[in-house]
């Protein structure tokens, strides 16, 4: 092994060399170094962050969201920990799986190091040195200073298609225009009588809420769609504590283990247009917080049940639904979603769907399926024609934005970390880059391992 590689002027030491380093310790990332470790690969997630779960964990996002289709073993292996920790809750009513955050990073964390899977927490991807057509190393801004790691498979999924954009990929970004969804700042109360918020909110006759009895809670009101939280709301605004764009989205719903406690599904930042900027993102967190504190003073001083309340936690990382998407081996399209795809490489199915939070239209959804229908998620999707040893998972692989759409939801993205750790392993035994390997040969071998 060199002792270091050259990037640009800089000698930079190599630390170690694995079978995969996946870059974004997320839900996919996550989901994928477990699969890749219980198939015996010295494996290394990089995470900026310092609990896995990504978006779950450090956007506040929650809960996974239903889907009625057959999942992968590592998301049956998530849920179960989750269930038997008494950490997570169904509501009775759906397939939804609501769990508290940091719970979700702490069952990552210890399924990936029970089979041996080291992280790199507080590491930034900043970069890779290539050979041809293949990645040899990627570039870490660590604690120590730069230091880069070997290994045969690379594995992007850091949601922005860091380690492809690094790597030469060519990637696009947000629609036509290159307007993105709208991103979310999430926060957590505490000290929230729900039982009765529950009661107030019922008393409205609210048609959202059916929840009329047990532990668990949802409410929400979109402002121009009959909810009937919204004349409070539009009184907030009378009473100069809330502004007209506080309306816009409001979703809360109560978390597993904590008593008293509620997370925010908002505000939208419908001001910031396209987020792949540090400029842009930093200008809607500015926002964001003004706007919490804003819904925050209103709840406390306007809503029954939060007469006591506080602002638990604002996330320590924005939401972002959709940045770039990878131009991989194969678009997979809204047209894939309307007749319900199949491929010879199909290895992830999705039902969830097309749920764009516009920045344009408001919110934008396209006809649901029934339960049980579903369109496949080829492996083609998730190689690029430009780096062989490179996969990507996760919300940026290689769709549509109205696919994106679909596909990004936890479930279905934990099931391509799965299919991705399969196809590392068969990588190795291989010997062969991961873009050339055959898709239909990893459907057997993921089909095999739910017989
Ligand atoms: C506001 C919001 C609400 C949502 N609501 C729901 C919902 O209710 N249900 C549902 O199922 N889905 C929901 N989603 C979608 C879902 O949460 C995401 O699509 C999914 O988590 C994406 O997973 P991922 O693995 O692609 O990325 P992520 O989970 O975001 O992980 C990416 C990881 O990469 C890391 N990273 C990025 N860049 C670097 C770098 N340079 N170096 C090192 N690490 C890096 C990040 O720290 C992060 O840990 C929501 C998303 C948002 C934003």
Redesign the pocket.
């Known amino acids: 092994m060199n002792k270091t590689v050259t990037w640009g002027s800089f000698e930079i030491p190599v630390v170690d060399t694995y079978d995969v380093v996946i870059?974004?310790?997320?839900?996919?990332?996550s989901a994928c170094g477990i699969r890749c470790a219980e198939e015996g690969l010295k494996t290394l997630i990089?995470?900026?962050?310092n609990i896995l779960?990504?978006?779950?964990t450090?956007?506040l996002?929650?809960?996974?969201?239903p889907s009625y289709v057959r999942h992968l073993p590592i998301l049956n292996l998530i849920e179960q920990e989750l269930l038997q920790a008494g950490q997570a809750t169904r509501d009775n009513y759906t397939t939804m799986l609501w769990f508290a955050p940091e719970r979700l990073g702490e069952v990552y964390e210890k399924l990936f190091y029970e089979r041996k899977g080291q992280v790199l927490y507080h590491?930034?991807?900043?970069g890779v040195v290539t050979e041809g057509r293949q990645l040899t190393h990627a570039i870490l801004f660590a604690t120590e200073g730069l230091i880069a790691v070997g290994a045969q498979s690379f594995v992007d999924?850091?949601?922005?298609a860091?380690l492809a954009r690094a790597a030469g990929v060519p990637v696009v970004s947000g629609d036509d225009e290159g307007i993105n969804q709208v991103?979310?700042l999430?926060f957590t109360m505490g000290g929230i009588d729900v039982e009765k918020y529950r009661s107030f909110v019922l008393s409205l006759d609210d048609c959202f809420s059916p929840l009329v009895e047990g532990y668990f809670f949802e409410s929400a009101m979109v402002a121009g769609r009959d909810f009937k939280l919204e004349p409070l709301f539009r009184k907030g605004v009378e009473a100069g504590i809330l502004e007209e764009e506080d309306l816009r989205y409001y979703q809360i719903f109560s978390i597993p283990g904590k008593p008293g406690c509620m997370a925010l599904?908002c505000p939208h930042i419908a001001s910031m247009q396209k987020n792949t900027t540090s400029k842009a993102r930093s200008k809607a967190i500015v926002e964001a917080h003004t706007r919490i504190r804003r819904l925050v003073t209103f709840l406390q001083t306007m809503m029954p049940g939060f007469e006591n309340s506080y602002l638990m936690e604002v996330a320590p990382?924005l939401?972002?639904?959709e940045s770039w998407r990878v131009q991989g081996c194969y678009l997979l399209t809204e047209e894939d979603y309307a007749r319900q795809a199949r491929f010879e490489d199909g290895l992830v199915r999705g039902d969830w769907y097309i749920d764009v939070h516009s920045n344009k239209k408001g919110l934008f959804h396209q006809n649901t399926y029934e339960k049980g229908d579903y369109y496949e998620i080829p492996w083609r999707s998730m190689v690029t024609s430009t780096v062989d040893n490179l996969g990507v998972?996760?919300?940026?692989i290689s769709t549509t934005f109205l696919m994106q759409a679909s596909i990004?939801?936890?479930?279905t993205?934990t099931d391509m970390?799965d299919v991705m750790g399969t196809a590392c392993a068969l990588a190795k035994a291989s010997s062969t880059p991961l873009a050339l390997l055959d898709g239909t040969v990893i459907r057997q071998h993921v089909e095999a391992g739910l017989a």
């Not at 996002?61 to 969201?65: F, K």
């Not at 590491?123 to 900043?126: F, G, S």
Request: glycine content about 20%; proline content about 4%; aromatic content about 0%.
């Open positions: 870059v974004g310790g997320g839900v996919s990332g990089v995470d900026q962050m779960g990504g978006s779950a450090n956007a996002v929650c809960p996974m969201m590491t930034v991807l900043v999924a850091s949601g922005d860091v991103s979310s999430r599904n990382l939401g972002v639904r998972i996760g919300r940026c990004r939801i936890m479930p993205v970390g």
